[in-house]
């Protein structure tokens, strides 16, 4: 628990600096620090660019973030809540350190200069980065380790919204997908300490000023059953453009992928050139369409707008996130619903920013599948009791329905395409959980191809080995020398054979593999296999039956604990 609220603390002073730094990199790209609600406004740094500053504004951040992220920390690349997800379910908790650093600066650049996306996820992945790193540092078990990557998800919730309930309600239903009394506890903790530190630095208020709510009748109930549908087809619609877009620069993209951003900058520049209120997250237009200053068609315009501002800013190689994208698309599909049912029935209904509101949380709702943290975060926001009904309602239609209508929510989609299903991973085995790198021993001493037989018998004899590595002159690992291959030898009178005549090609894994798929090559190999690292194919080490059994017999006194 203390370590929880050192976590807490740590996500909190990470949303400052983050905010921060994407008001600064904004005001360098932009020349002001909120430019979405500027209108067409020239750089104030670069006058006789004009306007048309913005088509420039995302290449050149893309060349200083695509690089970035494709040196150092490739899975900073993105929305950042799916790569949490999978440390948690697959990876034992395990985020490298420096995903915290690169993806804070390149998120503040690519929202900077311009990327349609959110500020969630890569606060939700850095606080997440720093509690794995905080558990690591002090040996803790893997599930501690998931505790404290969950802690750091909801402090960076709770500090970037002031919603300390909705940060520990997304902890649990998205990342850590468990409610049991000790996580609850300990989530809680972690959100309140982020969120005492955000209130120092920035006061009580919530982030967004949204209008009060109101129900006028309950004539508004099937409305707002109408609403709930919208919303779930609104949020599918997301998720299939947002993967869509990235397909197609997949299949297209031919360069570096450090250089992508940069040249996907151009399309992304030209669509802020025709609809400037889509640079960066956007909230000031956001709080303009709840509050009524933008016509419906308008309000559509914004609506889809957005969804292709997001979908291709993440689509080139940007970083961000999607938490708020979609919140900005439900108020303006709701706000919209609400103007045209208020000018059909004006008498019953409520104003339109009242259906805005609720549309921010039944998208949502229907994109994450999250229905409890959207109830949460937008009763938090608003601070209105009455809104809890209608906005239940219509997300639980929207959730619902677009469970219907699609397998997968935004964040495991991108998971499912690499054949990992993190919905069933609190049943799945140890095996697929523990790596080859927990397990593994240390490489026994290799020997060269021109070592004789009769010394390589005496090797084998004087070491508790079953097996040598047998490497060439450059040391490149050819094969290995087994006891059995020896013996065979030696009934052959084959006395004068080298290592490197009797040693035999084998089978490898790596050492971020895990021991599930570890186990379909080691089932092969009676003797056990090298380990060869993921950066450089190097023999790191050596893998046996023996070391995955005592790997597995750790692993379960862990979980016991």
């Excluded at 239609?397 to 929510?409: E, F």
Aim: glycine residues 12%; hydrophobic residues 50%.
């Amino acid at each position: 628990m203390v370590v929880a609220v050192i976590v807490g603390v740590g996500a909190g002073l990470g949303a400052i600096l983050f905010r921060y730094l994407i008001v600064s990199f904004t005001i360098v790209f932009s020349g002001s620090a909120g430019y979405s609600a500027a209108g067409r406004a020239a750089h104030p740094w670069f006058p006789w660019l004009g306007f048309g500053f913005v088509v420039l504004a995302p290449v050149l951040g893309g060349l200083i973030y695509g690089p970035l992220v494709e040196r150092f920390a490739r899975e900073a690349r993105g929305h950042g809540v799916p790569e949490v997800m999978l440390a948690v379910a697959t990876q034992g908790g395990r985020i490298r350190t420096r995903v915290a650093t690169v993806k804070a600066l390149a998120s503040a650049i690519c929202i900077g200069c311009g990327g349609s996306v959110g500020r969630e996820g890569p606060i939700v992945q850095i606080g997440s980065a720093l509690g794995s790193s905080l558990g690591q540092a002090l040996g803790f078990s893997v599930p501690r380790m998931r505790l404290l990557v969950a802690c750091g998800a909801a402090g960076g919730i709770s500090a970037t919204f002031n919603t300390p309930i909705a940060g520990v309600f997304f902890a649990l239903e998205l990342i850590l997908r468990d409610f049991e009394t000790e996580s609850f506890g300990t989530v809680v903790l972690a959100s309140i300490a982020a969120d005492v530190v955000s209130r120092a630095a920035f006061g009580s208020q919530p982030f967004l000023s949204l209008p009060p709510f109101q129900l006028v009748s309950f004539a508004e109930y099937p409305l707002y059953m109408g609403l709930g549908l919208l919303a779930a087809g609104a949020g599918v619609a997301f998720i299939r453009v947002l993967y869509g877009l990235e397909d197609v620069a997949d299949r297209y993209w031919r360069g570096p992928e450090g250089l992508r951003p940069a040249v996907g900058g151009v399309a992304l520049g030209l669509l802020l050139l025709a609809l400037p209120q889509m640079y960066g997250v956007g909230y000031p237009v956001l709080q303009n369409g709840i509050r009524g200053d933008y016509v419906v068609a308008f309000l559509l315009v914004l609506l889809v707008g957005k969804l292709l501002a997001t979908s291709l800013t993440i689509a080139i190689g940007g970083s961000g996130g999607v938490f708020a994208p979609s919140l900005f698309q439900g108020a303006m599909l709701g706000t919209a619903y609400g103007a045209l049912v208020h000018r059909l029935l004006p008498t019953v209904t409520a104003p339109p920013g009242a259906y805005g509101l609720v549309g921010m949380g039944a998208v949502f709702a229907a994109a994450a599948r999250a229905p409890i943290t959207a109830v949460i975060i937008i009763f938090e926001l608003t601070g209105e009791y009455r809104i809890i009904l209608p906005l239940m309602f219509a997300t639980v239609i929207a959730t619902g329905l677009s469970r219907l209508m699609i397998r997968d929510t935004i964040y495991t989609t991108k998971l499912r395409r690499r054949g990992i299903d993190v919905t069933g991973a609190n049943s799945r085995s140890l095996m697929a959980t523990l790596h080859v790198r927990d397990a593994m021993q240390p490489l026994p001493l290799a020997v060269p191809t021109t070592l004789p037989l009769e010394q390589a018998i005496v090797r084998l004899a004087s070491k508790d080995v079953e097996a040598l590595p047998v490497v060439d002159e450059s040391g490149r690992l050819v094969g290995v020398l087994t006891r059995e291959m020896v013996e065979r030898s030696m009934q052959e009178a084959k006395l004068d054979a080298t290592a490197g005549q009797i040693a035999r090609p084998t089978a490898t894994v790596h050492d971020h593999e895990t021991l599930e798929q570890a186990l379909v090559v080691l089932v092969r190999e009676r003797s056990g296999v090298p380990v060869l690292s993921a950066e450089g194919g190097r023999a790191v080490g050596w893998l046996s039956h023996r070391d995955v059994l005592s790997a597995y017999a750790k692993g379960l006194r862990e979980v016991g604990t």
